[in-house]
């Protein structure tokens, strides 16, 4: 059952990040199986959903980092915001928040120094009000 319009106080999530971790092996829908673009795509309907349901002047605040595909940095997480911006939102704070005891730490870090490149060690909280 749908939530009616302008009904919610404040959102918070954590979305999974495109086609990094897979959450499922083939679930309908699993946003994490997605690469960037489709996955930035489906999160236009998430944040346009989001909006439709969150009160005016609330906030909605997403978790989200970047990633690193082929040895570059895809900015996932500021294509991210764009879509919530384009959905209507307005980015009141951006918090970034340092990433402590990843799973796979060991690997990229023997790997940074192998192949010359930085640990993506942070994520962004981006805090929206509608």
Not at 28 to 38: A, F, I, V, Y
Not at 64 to 87: C, H, S
């Amino acid at each position: 059952m749908p939530l009616n319009d302008a009904t919610i106080d404040l959102i918070c999530a954590h979305p999974p990040y495109a086609d990094i971790i897979h959450y499922s092996d083939d679930i309908e829908g699993d946003l994490s199986l997605l690469p960037m673009k489709d996955f930035l795509f489906e999160m236009g309907k998430v944040a346009q959903e989001f909006h439709r349901i969150l009160k005016k002047d609330k906030f909605c605040a997403i978790l989200m980092g970047d990633m690193r595909k082929k040895g570059m940095v895809q900015p996932l997480a500021f294509e991210t915001m764009r879509v919530f911006e384009l959905a209507g939102f307005k980015t009141k704070e951006i918090i970034i928040k340092e990433q402590h005891n990843c799973k796979a730490t060991g690997y990229w870090k023997t790997n940074s120094i192998k192949f010359n490149f930085l640990l993506l060690a942070h994520e962004y909280l981006f805090v929206f009000k509608k």
